[in-house]
């Protein structure tokens, strides 16, 4: 059967593969998406329930202008499908001795209303935050702009800048350690350590590249989306269907099948078999290698033996009463943060004192809460699924009952009477729904210098037509990191099988 040089199937309809495919449509390619479940987004999606409505995954948006970049690549305005309101403060830090921390979005701004126990960190906050301008200024062409191992941005000159200003990157010392070199505070060390859970990884392993983050979220802004964060996958799926994307749904993909170190199509559970050459995946990239890809190669082997990121425990709560001291985001710190990370990363336990995230959009979208209630979106990171790891259910009443406690100790007025509504998201959730290794969020973890920066790559090097997209891939996890996957994988597709 002769195969259609303009015909791409994607794997898998997260924000990476939906945005490969409306790359690819913008330019003429012929694009059909399976999906295994009922509707698009993957981790990111929605529940409504008793008048609650709550966003299941991410919670937060930064580079806006990668997002308004794939619609104008198909010459659209992304005012006609999505809305952006700045977040102010972005998020509200909560210490167990009672000092709270406001992170506003202006980093004068930030710095300026500090608690009086930490004035005197305005000038360590000046040049942190310019410390990390530098690093994204520095890399972020080379490790976030560009598919990174396409052998034409050797011969950037901003390439051949950042090598020669390795050092600069930080990539020798852990996250932690560059926090320490420049607050005395360990409230402010703590709070700048936690960007590195933004990829699922350890402060205390991760290289201080990631300190990246911070400037990403505190100086080019932070957004909501209006009406939710899964608004912007409808606004996708939207933009891809009126393109001509086909997006088949409840349809899995059981093989991706190869020969002579090419792709030759695509097998389905349901038997039916899909010719085809080009093919964008979108699953993780452990489980592509380990389950999808018949017969195996020998990247699955290597693979197999690279740390997932941190899981993750959700409770989403519909509360029957408002909290005026919380924030639209919110953390509550543990006491011994090198502790927790301990146990999620080494030991491998469940957290005795979490670090607990709540997000409430109800304070920016009233509509998704009854008029005297809350919709709470809890989150606290847990280890990896191993074979010796608690069950599920267990799990979930021990942690819940750390969580409420916590809430309580810092002040928060929550009792098990107060949540009227709950659904939950565990690591097994993760690991079943999405195909993620291990129930892991980010894929993989950045816990080395090897894994922060040799990441899956997008176009696959031992089968030609395969490529990938998504948080377990280059760049890595987080809405905007994901979306540049899926262009990457869609434009390194493009040069090698023009129309």
């Not at 409770?315 to 990370?341: Q, T």
Request: glycine share 6%; proline share 5%; aromatic share 10%.
């Amino acid at each position: 059967m002769t195969l259609k040089t303009n015909s791409v199937i994607i794997i898998g309809s997260g924000l990476g593969g939906l945005a490969s495919a409306i790359s690819l449509a913008s330019q003429g390619y012929s694009v059909r998406i399976l999906e295994k479940n009922k509707q698009a987004g993957g981790k990111a999606n929605e529940i409504v329930s008793d008048g609650f409505r709550f966003d299941t995954g991410p919670s937060l948006l930064t580079m806006d202008f990668v997002f308004r970049d794939i619609f104008s690549e198909a010459h659209k305005n992304i005012e006609s499908y999505l809305s952006f309101i700045p977040i102010d403060p972005i998020c509200k830090y909560f210490y167990p001795d009672h000092t709270i921390v406001n992170a506003w979005r202006n980093p004068d701004q930030f710095s300026q209303n500090l608690p009086e126990n930490l004035k005197s960190e305005e000038i360590n906050f000046k040049k942190y935050i310019n410390y990390c301008a530098n690093i994204y200024n520095l890399t972020a062409d080379l490790f976030l702009f560009s598919p990174l191992w396409d052998y034409r941005h050797l011969f950037k000159i901003k390439t051949w800048n950042t090598l020669f200003n390795l050092r600069a990157i930080d990539p020798f010392r852990s996250v932690h350690q560059a926090n320490k070199s420049f607050f005395n505070s360990t409230h402010l060390i703590q709070l700048f350590d936690r960007y590195a859970t933004y990829n699922g990884s350890n402060p205390y392993q991760a290289p201080a590249t990631l300190n990246i983050i911070p400037h990403v979220e505190m100086t080019l802004g932070s957004w909501y989306v209006k009406e939710g964060i899964y608004r912007l996958i409808e606004a996708f799926v939207k933009l891809a269907t009126e393109l001509g994307v086909i997006i088949s749904y409840e349809t899995e993909v059981s093989e991706i099948q190869h020969k002579n170190k090419s792709i030759t199509g695509i097998k389905l559970s349901s038997e039916e078999y899909i010719p085809t050459n080009k093919i964008i995946c979108n699953a993780d990239v452990v489980f592509t290698h380990s389950h999808l890809i018949q017969p195996k190669i020998l990247k699955a082997e290597k693979l197999a033996k690279v740390e997932p990121s941190s899981s993750g425990l959700v409770f989403l709560w519909g509360i029957n009463k408002k909290h005026p001291e919380l924030s639209h985001h919110n953390i509550f710190f543990s006491e011994d943060y090198k502790a927790e990370f301990d146990e999620i990363f080494i030991q491998k336990i469940n957290p005795t004192d979490p670090t607990v995230y709540v997000s409430i959009t109800s304070k920016s979208d009233r509509s998704h809460a009854p008029e005297n209630g809350e919709n709470w979106f809890v989150l606290i990171n847990m280890p990896y699924l191993q074979k010796n790891s608690p069950d599920r259910e267990s799990t979930i009443t021990l942690m819940k009952q750390r969580i409420l406690s916590k809430l309580i100790k810092q002040g928060v007025e929550i009792l098990p009477e107060n949540i009227i509504t709950e659904h939950i998201i565990s690591p097994e959730d993760l690991r079943n729904n999405t195909h993620s290794n291990a129930g892991s969020i980010y894929g993989i973890s950045s816990n080395s210098q090897s894994a922060a920066f040799l990441r899956q790559p997008n176009r696959c090097k031992e089968l030609r037509g395969l490529y990938f997209a998504g948080g377990s891939a280059h760049p890595g996890g987080g809405m905007p990191l994901v979306v540049l996957s899926g262009k990457h994988a869609a434009h390194l597709l493009m040069k090698d099988f023009p129309l």
